[in-house]
Antibody, heavy 119, light 108 residues
Framework: EVQLVQSGAEVKKPGESLKISCKGSGYSFTSYWIAWVRQMPGKGLEWMGI????????RYSPSFQGQITISADKSISTAYLQWSSLKASDTAIYYC????????????WGQGTLVTVSS | SYELAQPPSVSVSPGQTARITCSGD??????GNWYQQRPGQAPVLVIYKDRERPSGIPERFSGSGSGRTLTLTISGVQAEDEADYYC???????????FGTGTQVTVL
């Protein structure tokens, strides 16, 4: 069974750093892309970027380039999303999701990680 | 541009047919996909490559695409279909991905 299990909810202060994780299981982690998607409170889905754990090729959405870092550790089948300095506007649910190589849709989603940034 | 526009809301009575449209330049060059998101849950893929249905998705969900427009049809709507629906596409290089603005489906 394919599973993407994300790390738990976080509460942070503005200016703090954060790294959340997404562990894949039930499939070959290095053969599929992992995408990160943001959903701000009461809002729609936003594509942030994707990484191919096989070779760590990473592509960022222009809206998020320079604001986040996406990485992966294929030895433990885990992808990461990190911020160096959080803002209140980063408050959102963040989903990781799997995308097949050569395809343009997501077939499996993680359960989401709620990040709250508040002073 | 890679924006995808959807109607904010669609209301439908149980047993009737709901149609949700999605329009944008990206759809003229690349397939579109649809996701269902029930309140408090992660999205679920319901249609991919314009009209393909993943295993486990009820047959009442169907899709079509023509030019710059993608359409999701839910035939014989059930109460459990009440959710937000998002279309999604990408550019041919696989660099730019975009979600539609989302449509809230209400079952009356």
């Amino acid at each position: 069974e394919v599973q993407l299990v994300q790390s738990g909810a976080e509460v942070k202060k503005p200016g703090e750093s954060l790294k959340i994780s997404c562990k894949g299981s039930g499939y070959s982690f290095t053969s599929y892309w992992i995408a990160w998607v943001r959903q701000m409170p009461g809002k729609g889905l936003e594509w942030m970027g994707i990484i191919y754990p096989g070779d760590s090729e990473t592509r960022y959405s222009p809206s998020f380039q320079g604001q986040i870092t996406i990485s992966a550790d294929k030895s433990i089948s885990t992808a990461y999303l990190q911020w160096s300095s959080l803002k209140a506007s980063d408050t959102a649910i963040y989903y990781c999701a799997r995308k097949q190589a050569g395809e343009y849709y997501i077939d499996y989603w993680g359960q989401g990680t709620l990040v709250t940034v508040s002073s | 541009s890679y924006e995808l526009a959807q109607p904010p809301s669609v209301s439908v009575s149980p047993g009737q047919t709901a149609r949700i449209t999605c329009s944008g330049d990206a759809l003229a060059k690349q397939y579109g996909n649809w996701y269902q998101q029930r309140p408090g849950q992660a999205p679920v893929l319901v249609i991919y490559k314009d009209r393909e249905r993943p295993s486990g998705i009820p047959e009442r969900f169907s899709g079509s695409g023509s030019g710059r427009t993608l359409t999701l049809t839910i035939s014989g709507v059930q109460a459990e279909d009440e959710a937000d629906y998002y279309c999604q596409s990408a550019d041919n290089s696989g660099i730019f991905y975009v979600f539609g603005t989302g449509t809230q489906v209400t079952v009356l």
